[in-house]
């Protein structure tokens, strides 16, 4: 589409675009009515347009596109119009221009951008296919959080009574049967037990991270010692200490974030060789995030499985080991997601191993400051 008042104008564009191979058609229009009737009807691969017409300017035809929202390029092509308001005019959305002494230079602005154009259309594109598998993914997951909940909450019941009665069973009839029997009903209480703790387990994981992220103010050393009451019995049973200083205050979802270090807690208690568990907590601000750690002098983990841990029920010690189902650092995983974080294996020097995990410090828009003294806990 040529937008000129120039019939003479207009023949030395035509010729000049025939010259260099365009099989051009198109139309010419002279006043903004007309313009906006022929886009109705008709939508054109590129638009040329004077600066300066008789009742209108080429620009008013960047405003109506960009009204109508139509991405096609607009070249201007006119007489001198001065560096300064060439520049503004590419600014609000014009392609490029050509001057019409130079005209021979229009081919080239044409091409280029129909194909800034092209690329224009392709990453559009990309973008709706993304955002649509983007939707799919979200929907998808919900979808099996939902199911996953729905399953673990519908089958506890039926398997309640199946422990519970297989539990009776064995405690009637010890010793009245042959010692097959009596291996085969523990066999039976065994495994109904551990199906109701996975199950109670892939509930737990299915609501982590479910309910909308309340984040507030949060006092890190408050929330790890919320935790460690919770873990009071076993710290006490095998005097473990655990030694947190300097927490930070951030805005974070403090039940979940307390889920968090009460879970890394209990596997620092949980998986040790004979040492009395040493754990130490600390967090470092680097980069916009706060960098948490948490320390133990346990067994250690090996680099090779650093990824794999984090896993729904991935063990790496069979249950007579160690107790569990493998679902506790998962967890921590989709909580520390949710807060916009991310969890990791971290190095770690001599005995045991480090887990560090990331949250996010803006706090109201600004960086939270460090708040708290070191506390420790000895045995209780």
């Known amino acids: ?36 009737k022929k886009l109705t009807n008709n939508l054109p691969d590129v638009i040329l347009a004077d600066y300066n017409l008789d009742a209108w300017q080429g620009m008013d035809a960047v405003e109506i596109l960009h009204r109508d929202r139509l991405d096609i390029p607009l070249i201007l092509v006119s007489k001198a119009i001065g560096d300064e308001t060439a520049v503004e005019c590419i600014k609000q959305g014009v392609s490029d221009y ?17 194909e800034e154009k092209e690329i224009r259309d392709e990453q559009k594109k990309a973008a709706k296919v993304l955002a649509e598998k983007g939707e799919e993914l979200t929907r998808s997951n919900r979808e099996l959080e939902q199911f996953a909940y729905v399953a673990s909450h519908d089958l506890q019941e039926p398997l309640r009574m199946v ?15 042959d ?4 291996k085969y009903i523990h066999y039976a209480v065994d495994g109904a037990t551990r199906m109701q703790d996975l199950i109670h387990d892939l509930l737990t994981f299915s609501r982590a991270g479910r309910e909308e992220m309340a984040l507030q103010q949060t006092d890190c050393n408050a929330v790890v010692g919320r935790a460690v009451k919770n873990l009071q019995v076993p710290i006490n049973e095998i005097a473990a200490t655990v030694t947190y200083r300097h927490l930070p205050i951030l805005m974070a979802n403090g ?76 967890i921590c995983k989709k909580i520390i997601e949710h807060h916009g974080g991310k969890i990791w294996l971290g190095n770690h020097s001599g005995p045991g191993c480090t887990f560090n995990f990331s949250i996010p410090a803006m706090e109201n828009g600004a960086f939270s400051k460090n708040g708290g003294n070191q506390r420790s806990t000895v045995g209780g």
């Open 255 to 330: 039940p979940q974030l307390e889920q968090v270090f009460q879970n890394l807690i209990s596997n620092a208690i949980k998986f040790r060789d004979g040492a009395i568990p040493f754990i130490q907590i600390a967090a470092e601000l680097e980069g916009g995030n706060w960098i948490f750690s948490v320390s133990d002098n346990g067994i250690g983990i090996a680099p090779e499985y650093a990824e794999v841990i984090f896993s729904i029920f991935q063990r790496l010690h069979t249950r007579t080991e160690y107790s569990g189902n493998g679902i506790g650092l998962s």
């Open 1 to 36: 589409m040529i937008i000129e008042d120039s019939a003479a104008d207009v023949e030395l564009i035509l010729r000049e675009l025939h010259r260099a191979g365009f099989d051009a058609s198109g139309c010419v229009v002279r006043t903004a009515g007309e313009f906006q």
């Open 179 to 182: 010692d097959l029997a009596d």
């Open 98 to 114: 050509v001057l019409k002494d130079k005209l021979s230079r229009l081919p080239f602005a044409i091409h280029r951008a129909l």
């Open 163 to 177: 422990t519970a009665y297989t539990q009776l069973l064995g405690e009637r009839y010890h010793g009245k049967l």
